[in-house]
């Protein structure tokens, strides 16, 4: 059975480093040897993403996932994904135009979340993904309540992974602030917590978190090798 082709959307270079990293890392564990699938990965200068961030044009950063679609079909990638929790509330402007298909990074993290028998999960990432129904909508088609930060917990997160973590920035009072914010999504019921930004996983994991940590960016890259891997 073939392999297929992974092609990876990038966004921002940590988030899209460390993805792409796992993927070839955790390869061997299916293919054996040094094995993991052919792997493509293209990223626009991640300033062109920002402006149309500030802007709320999701309609300009579908054009942008799409001419990075159309340039990993051409190297031949099967499928994709895109390691940026926040861009996918473009995804459903995308999908229908794409050469590929595309696997959603909060189905993915959804599916592990009933598969690890969590109910209420807390949520991280930045203001327009924690705001979006990026992550309400897949949760919900799963049963699966969440909370998302509060205000002023919330723009404290946004500002450490926008102005810190994109420029490869880890602090450690940045990592203090999302420990306290995980503390208090315990305290309020939670029983684990969606890393919710490809970068967050850096600096949280299971060792630091007061809740089990729901790694998007490793999860999704699991997915992709078990999908690449299956040959279909």
């Known amino acids: 059975m073939p392999v297929l082709h992974i092609g990876i959307v990038a966004c921002s270079a940590e988030g899209a480093a460390l993805c792409y990293r796992t993927v070839c890392t955790e390869g061997p564990k299916l293919l054996g040897g040094h094995a993991h699938p052919e792997v493509s990965l293209h990223s626009p200068s991640m300033d062109d993403y920002a402006v149309h961030l500030d802007r709320g044009n999701w309609s300009g950063i579908a054009e942008l996932m799409l001419r990075s679609a159309e340039k990993l079909a051409r190297s031949g990638a099967d499928f994709l994904i895109c390691p940026d929790n926040?861009?996918?509330?473009?995804?459903?402007?995308?999908?229908?135009?794409?050469?590929?298909?595309?696997?959603?990074?909060?189905?993915?993290?959804?599916?592990?979340?009933?598969?690890?028998?969590?109910?209420?999960?807390?949520?991280?990432?930045?203001?327009?993904?924690?705001?979006?129904?990026?992550?309400?909508?897949k949760l919900a088609a799963r049963g699966l309540s969440f909370l998302r930060p509060q205000p002023g917990e919330h723009d404290q997160i946004h500002h450490i992974i926008m102005e810190e973590f994109v420029r490869g920035i880890f602090t450690k009072a940045g990592t203090a602030h999302f420990q306290a914010v995980i503390r208090r999504m315990k305290d309020e019921g939670c029983d684990a917590v969606i890393l919710g930004c490809t970068e967050i996983p850096i600096v949280i994991n299971d060792a630091n978190s007061a809740l089990p940590a729901l790694d998007s960016t490793r999860l999704l890259a699991r997915a992709a090798l078990k999908r690449a891997a299956g040959g279909e």
């Open 86 to 137: 926040t861009i996918h509330q473009a995804l459903p402007l995308v999908q229908a135009r794409s050469p590929v298909p595309w696997l959603h990074i909060a189905e993915v993290v959804a599916e592990e979340a009933v598969a690890r028998q969590y109910r209420r999960l807390g949520l991280l990432g930045t203001r327009w993904l924690v705001e979006s129904d990026v992550y309400p909508d």
